[in-house]
């Protein structure tokens, strides 16, 4: 394999890429959505933007039909700059063919009970201490 650096041709550019263009069903939605917050759970920002990668793939205008918002406040809100509430995230998953599902934390730490039996023992040595008799000084 040669590490020679190959140049473009002349005239050859490369246009920015956009998720919008290949997500045509409601599967495809919803594989993209469960990638991005899989990639980047936690980071609303981004779990935000995607939504409004999702709606504009599926229509901005068809999306602001179905939940009864503005076009141009859907554009603002889901475009990562903006902080949409919690109603309007929930109607565009709607509009897009996505729902909110809740499903339990997995965590990999210890189990709660030997959580609470280490600061159960941490506290006991504390009342401990400050029970501890003082030394009384001697007189001279």
Known sequence: MST?????????????????????????????????????????RVIVKALGVAARALGMQKIAKETGLNREGLYQALSGKGNPSFDTVLKVMNAVGV?????????????????????????????????APVKAKKRA
């Open 99 to 131: 729902e909110f599902r809740p499903k339990p934390i997995v965590r990999s730490s210890r189990p709660a009970s030997s959580r609470r039996t280490r600061k159960a023992k941490a506290s006991r040595k504390q009342v401990r201490a400050r029970r």
């Open 4 to 44: 020679a650096k190959k140049e473009m041709p002349a005239g050859a550019a490369l246009s920015p890429f956009d998720a919008a263009d290949y997500l045509h069903t409601p599967e495809d939605v919803t594989a993209f959505l469960e990638a991005v917050l899989e990639d980047y759970d936690g980071d609303s």
